[in-house]
């Protein structure tokens, strides 16, 4: 089988421009770059991504795998972004049967900017059995302490979201976009053009909401533990329930909150409560 075909477009994350601040001083930073991508599926126009252009094969490939538009890694015959045309043309030797039928419905969902899930994905009753992952709270907050490592172009641009895969406190991979729903992408992206240490991911952690794209993204990579500094959707809940995702919201520093977490999560480092947090019966006595 000849090799896969794959551009290195990768294009910096950040550009910088004049601003004035509060002092009234004129002076440089850094923002997040937005980039128009138009994805082409064998010759098909599919959709127009705005990204920051850090790793677009990857984003393209794990667009396109979660919406279900490529069947396998082994079916890419090419991934060639050109900047110039802002375009990347993605060939595969197996198209799905039904894709006129996923093309022709599509739902916008709470994505940053709207992101949008072709077919009815969201309406899936069953995917692969999700590994039934065990967390402990002392490895979560060791996690969270580990990701703060990361971040680099919001620390230095902010208006991005982050994503990292993870197994247990350990971070394997993390990437920004400017877009929840384009990181999540690009680390599908590499899961498949790469097949290296994310295949032993356990958690996906982001930055942005648990929302049912979220959610059903994340199951589709076959992972059942989903974290968050952000809260949850009502809809993502659902899927959660329904494929087996055990979600920790809001998590900070030493607070979170699990969902879906029955016989899953070991409290081993709880926390003390602050002294104006009284239990009912110290209240009442």
Known sequence: MPALQLSRARLPPTTEISIVDEYGDTRQQAIAAERALTVYLNKREIVT?????DDPEALVVGYLRNQGLLNAASDLEAVQVDWDVEAAVVITRHLPDDLEMRL????????????????????????????DTQLAQS??????????AYNETYRSAGAVHGC?????????DFVEDVGRHNAVDTLAGRQWLQQADSDSADIFYTTGRLTSEMVLKVAQMGISVLVSR???????????ERFGVMLIARA??????????????????????PSHARSSKEASS
Do not use: W
């Not at 990292?164 to 394997?172: E, M, S």
């Open 49 to 53: 991504l705005m990204t920051l252009g």
């Open 104 to 131: 022709s419905t599509r739902t916008v969902t709470t994505g940053c900017g709207q992101g949008t899930v072709f077919g009815k994905l969201l309406d899936q009753t069953a995917l692969t059995a999700l590994p």
């Open 139 to 148: 490895s979560l907050y060791q996690l969270l302490q580990n990701l703060n």
């Open 164 to 172: 990292a895969l993870c197994c247990q406190t350990a971070v394997l």
């Open 230 to 240: 952000s809260g949850v959707t009502q809809k993502g809940v659902e899927l959660a």
């Open 252 to 273: 900070k520093g030493r607070h979170f909150q699990a969902i879906n977490a029955q016989n899953r999560l070991t409290l081993d480092a709880i926390p003390p409560r």
